[in-house]
T-cell receptor, first 115, second 112 residues
Framework: GAGVSQSPSNKVTEKGKDVELRCDPISGHTALYWYRQSLGQGLEFLIYFQGNSAPDKSGLPSDRFSAERTGGSVSTLTIQRTQQEDSAVYLC?????????????FGPGTRLTVL | KQEVTQIPAALSVPEGENLVLNCSFTDSAIYNLQWFRQDPGKGLTSLLLIQSSQREQTSGRLNASLDKSSGRSTLYIAASQPGDSATYLCAVPSSGNTPLVFGKGTRLSVIA
């Protein structure tokens, strides 16, 4: 594909509902990252995957957040029992391989609004 | 813990001016530094990536420099245009790891 894609672009949900956000990385990229951008806050890391290794979940803010990556490609970020403070733009990025030398490419994001 | 600071938070300049955006980081043991552009309501567009062994990178009217020892990077934009209006973010890998640590960005407005 041409770049990282994410869906949906916008999601409005009611407090307490579960939501799923999807990310399709650039074809051939083995590393995939999720970040969150809250109003007035900077971008913060949530989780990342590299190949078949166990994901680094150190950035997840609570156990309501989880993510999986199927077949080393598409990833889904799930937020259970959403809260208003979960409202943010969720950004996905991918890079060619693990290691700090590699450039990360970002998708357009999913804007989540929890009412 | 790596921290990234960007100054100024906002900048407004007339079209045609050259300008400099600043980025500083607390842990100088970085492998690279990446500059991004973000338009309102959009994702991030990678502008330049500087490896730790490099002092600068150029792409068109953009030039990014890196001084690891002092924990600083600058993004120079020559002959600014209204289309350059956006938020510019710098980011470095967190200490010994790959997730990026971002500054809060500089919001640039170029006035025609």
């Amino acid at each position: 594909g041409a770049g990282v894609s994410q869906s949906p672009s916008n999601k409005v949900t009611e407090k307490g509902k579960d939501v799923e956000l999807r990310c399709d990385p650039i074809s051939g990229h083995t590393a995939l990252y999720w970040y969150r951008q809250s109003l007035g806050q900077g971008l913060e890391f949530l989780i990342y995957f590299q190949g078949n290794s166990a994901p680094d979940k150190s950035g997840l803010p609570s156990d309501r957040f989880s993510a999986e990556r199927t077949g080393g490609s598409v990833s889904t970020l799930t937020i259970q029992r959403t809260q208003q403070e979960d409202s943010a733009v969720y950004l996905c990025a991918s890079s060619l391989q693990r290691g700090p030398y590699n450039e990360q490419f970002f998708g357009p994001g999913t804007r989540l609004t929890v009412l | 813990k790596q921290e990234v600071t960007q100054i100024p938070a906002a900048l407004s300049v007339p079209e045609g001016e050259n300008l400099v955006l600043n980025c500083s980081f607390t842990d100088s043991a970085i492998y690279n530094l990446q500059w991004f552009r973000q338009d309102p309501g959009k994702g991030l567009t990678s502008l330049l990536l500087i490896q730790s062994s490099q002092r600068e990178q150029t792409s068109g009217r953009l030039n990014a420099s890196l001084d690891k020892s002092s924990g600083r990077s600058t993004l120079y934009i020559a002959a600014s245009q209204p289309g350059d209006s956006a938020t510019y973010l710098c980011a470095v890998p967190s200490s010994g790891n790959t997730p990026l640590v971002f500054g809060k960005g500089t919001r640039l407005s170029v006035i025609a």
